[in-house]
């Protein structure tokens, strides 16, 4: 069956804009998670959903930041007021329950000039 | 005390070989230790997962070691491939959440 997938693959962005990143879970997993991987670092926790709400949001690094899942399956997250500082690779995660083996999708990477 | 330390950081065998990579934690609600392999460009893929209610498991060429009183735990990989090559990484969490704090990586090359 289909993976966990993410759309773009590649993203360049000028410093200031605002970005939207998008992720395709496995179907029927519940549970959805991004995580940000910087190079040469492991993934490293933004937020969580269970369903349509954000059980927790506690990795995001600031207000500019936000993440949206509307219907309990697509999720999209958003970067406003990009920095050269969010330039990594985004990652999505989802699994079938919250807490279960979590399945990566192949990542968008961000680059912000 | 969120903190996943892994090491070393990187390791170089040969192809027959049986690298071991290891990570040590410190956060008791930990439940829930997982191993992903990575390969560039690539997210990570699951390679093996324990729970805390058994010291040992295995699948395949992959064996995890779990000793929770020391709260660390290692990969070991039997009969190394040079397809093998690619970077590890541990990775624990409370398993009611499923937030995932990651360890620094392993890039393993195997040689022929």
């Known amino acids: 069956g289909a993976g966990v997938s993410q759309t773009p693959s590649n993203k360049v962005t000028e410093k200031g804009k605002y970005v939207e990143l998008r992720c395709d879970p496995i179907s029927g997993h519940t549970a959805l998670y991004w995580y940000r991987q910087s190079l040469g670092q492991g993934p490293e926790f933004l937020i969580y959903f269970q369903g349509t709400g954000a059980a927790d949001d506690s990795g995001l690094p600031n207000d500019r930041f936000f993440a949206v899942r509307p219907e309990g399956s697509v999720s999209t997250l958003k970067i406003q007021r990009t920095e050269r500082g969010d330039s990594a690779v985004y990652l999505c995660a989802s699994s079938l329950v919250l807490g279960g083996e979590q399945y990566f999708g192949p990542g968008t990477r961000l680059t912000v000039t | 005390q969120q903190q996943v330390k892994q090491s070393p950081q990187s390791l170089i065998v040969q192809k027959g070989g049986i690298p071991i990579i290891n990570c040590a934690y410190e956060n008791t609600a930990f439940d829930y230790f997982p191993w992903y392999q990575q390969f560039p460009g690539k997210g990570p893929a699951l390679l093996i997962a324990?729970?805390?209610?058994?010291s040992e498991k295995k699948e395949g060429r992959f064996t995890i070691s779990f000793n929770k009183s020391a709260k660390q735990f290692s990969l070991h990989i039997m009969d190394s491939q040079p397809g093998d090559s690619a970077t590890y990484f541990c990775a624990a969490s409370p398993s009611n959440t499923g937030k995932l704090i990651f360890g620094q990586g392993t890039t393993l090359q195997v040689k022929p």
């Open positions: 324990i729970r805390p209610d058994v």
